[in-house]
């Protein structure tokens, strides 16, 4: 078949005929599948119930501190679940803080920090006149989200397979001190997929910025997720913490890390990774909120996975449960459009999405074709801030929920939605 942009009218015509025949057909099915958000499996989350037997009421609940699991204290986590988000997070025990069970929380409320009251003696960012915050696209919807919530202005900075456009990054840092920040995923990246090169993690270690109080948003999501328990088909990135050592802003960092998708997102263990400038102020602040978090969650994780040494094994069970639904949707899409040549797609080695983009000005026409037929795709728009992709062509795709068979029903589906939206548009052209 030639591609679509080589076809003639009457050619692309004819396609269109076919291609819309099949959609009816799938209309016709009543198909009713979710590949909207990256949600564990429930064959994922079977991978963690021996951790409920864990703790059961003949069991030991003293922490090797003496602490009480049960009562109340300990703010900054126990030293069992310290040792494990340290091995989770790449850093220190003592640089870490272990949290309630999720990651976003963990953002939210240190951006509230900055905001309420600044970091290190800056003033806080609700009494500047404007605050800024660089956003790689296509990105994370849930960090948008938080920029919004509290008025920040979200600036998108073009992503590609090695991490954020660094030119674009440090021209931005550097001429304005309203730029207080920049979201980073940087493995596995939500949702493209890509890892970040050591070189862009230097660089942001090391850049000027403009505002002495600019921070890095290191959100780790994704580090343990690889789809292969062989080393070398797995990517690693440098430490963000010895990268901002080693370039003199030791401070310019906070790394976060949950194990929403390690065991039980509902029911997880968050923490957050700083220098100990940063650690000393966030426990500060955090003395006038909380007491202590779910010691008794915190004492179950760090047993069930031995304290971060049982974290490969655990993983590669979600691998071999995670690679083939990955592996069937690239298929699948390389299937039924690479010879159409109307859309590109990652092809991620960890990680929960696939990040795909059609040609401009149909992707909010494919979410919505796909949804007449019954599949469910996150929101076209949603992988920019605002909800506003200025091409309208990237669409994040969330295979992890669906069983095999529905998964591949719904690419069928999703692959033919993409033809016909495609079809469309060369037609009214």
């Known amino acids: 078949m030639p591609r679509y942009a080589d076809m003639s009218k009457a050619e692309l015509e004819t396609e269109l005929a076919q291609v ?25 989350l079977e991978l963690s119930l021996p951790m409920l037997d864990v703790l059961d009421a003949d069991a030991d609940l003293i922490a090797e501190d003496g602490t009480d699991c049960r009562n109340y204290g300990v703010l900054d986590g126990i030293p069992e679940a310290k040792r494990l988000m ?4 790449d850093d220190e025990p003592d640089n870490v803080i272990v949290l309630g069970n999720a990651s976003l929380t963990a953002m ?32 994370y919807d849930r960090h948008f989200t938080i920029c919004e919530a509290f008025g920040i202005e979200m600036i998108p900075v073009p992503m590609d397979e090695h991490g954020p456009d660094m030119d674009e990054v440090e021209r931005l840092v550097a001429a304005d001190e309203a730029v207080k920040g920049i979201w980073c995923v940087p493995k596995y990246s939500n949702p493209t ?6 070189e862009v993690v230097r660089r942001l270690a090391a850049m000027d910025a403009a505002a002495p109080d600019f921070r890095i948003f290191w959100d780790n999501a994704y580090a343990v997720h690889h ?28 790394k976060f890390g949950s194990t929403s998708k390690i065991t039980f997102p509902g029911a997880g263990v968050a923490a957050v990774a700083a220098s100990p400038a940063n650690v000393a102020e966030i426990k500060r602040h955090m003395n006038a909120q909380a007491i202590g978090h779910d010691k008794l969650n915190q004492l179950r994780h760090a ?22 639904k990955f592996e069937l949707v690239c298929r699948r899409l390389d299937e039924e459009l690479t010879e159409a040549a109307v859309a590109t797609w990652t092809t991620p080695r960890g990680g929960y999405f696939v990040s795909f983009d059609g040609p ?3 992707a909010r026409r494919i979410v919505e074709l796909a949804k007449g037929a019954g599949v469910t795709m996150t929101g076209a728009g949603a992988t920019w801030p605002y909800g506003n992709d200025p091409a309208d062509g990237n669409i994040r795709i969330a295979p992890s929920l669906p069983p095999l068979e529905e998964l591949d029903a719904a690419m069928d589906v999703f692959c033919c939605c993409v033809k016909l939206a495609a079809l469309e548009q060369l037609l009214a052209a």
């Not at 099949?22 to 009713?32: H, I, K, P, Q, T």
């Not at 997929?193 to 050591?198: F, L």
């Not at 328990?229 to 906070?254: F, H, M």
Request: net charge negative; hydrophobic share 45%.
């Open 20 to 44: 819309r025949a099949r959609y009816d057909e799938m209309v016709a099915r009543g198909l009713s599948l979710n590949m909207a958000r990256g949600k564990p499996s429930a064959a994922q």
């Open 86 to 89: 340290a091995a989770l997070l």
């Open 108 to 139: 939210y409320d240190a951006m509230a920090r900055l905001m309420l009251f600044g970091t290190q003696g800056a003033m806080p960012w609700s009494q500047l006149p404007a605050v800024k915050w660089l956003c790689p696209v296509p990105g």
């Open 193 to 198: 997929g890509a890892t970040y090169a050591d």
């Open 227 to 254: 789809f292969s328990a062989d080393a070398a088909e797995q990517d690693t990135v440098l430490d963000i913490a010895v990268a901002c050592a080693e370039a003199g802003n030791p401070d310019r960092y906070l």
């Open 303 to 324: 047993r069930f996975l031995n304290e971060g040494a049982g974290l490969a094994e655990h993983m590669a069970r979600h691998g071999a449960l995670m690679g083939p």
């Open 360 to 362: 401009d000005g149909t």
